[in-house]
């Protein structure tokens, strides 16, 4: 079943912005670790952002460094990601994705198979 939906992604042209969420209805959000991840046509799915369970500690991608923002709050089960400054090279299918990490509230896993759950993925597209 799906468990996380992504929502907000759409076209932009670039140095434009655009803001993403996820949402994670009826779990214990603040157990679990939350990232974003991105999937380009033809490359790897890399990793873009994680945000602890606490909230309290961020890692980014140096790629999306001092554009992107992720924040959450644990009281709406949603994860956000502000995106700022938007390139052509940001194009991609951003996915959600969750891991259960309640004994430790200020992991920020960084490797896809560190992850359990993943939402459906939303289209964003920076134009030239």
């Not at 400054?85 to 309640?102: G, M, Q, R, W």
Request: proline fraction near 3%.
């Amino acid at each position: 079943q799906v468990q996380l939906v992504e929502s907000g992604g759409g076209s932009v042209q670039a140095g434009g912005s655009l803001s993403l969420a996820c949402a994670a209805p009826g779990w214990t959000f603040r157990h679990y670790a939350m990232g974003w991840f991105r999937q380009a046509p033809g490359k790897e799915r890399e990793f873009v952002v994680a945000i602890s369970g606490s909230g309290g500690n961020t890692d980014y991608a140096g790629s999306v460094k001092g554009r992107f923002t992720i924040s959450r709050d644990n009281a709406k089960n949603t994860v956000y990601l502000q995106m700022n400054s938007l390139k052509p090279e940001d194009t991609a299918v951003y996915y959600c994705a969750a891991v259960f990490t309640a004994a430790n509230s200020n992991y920020t896993p960084k490797q896809r198979h560190e992850y359990y759950y993943w939402g459906q993925g939303t289209q964003v597209t920076v134009s030239s």
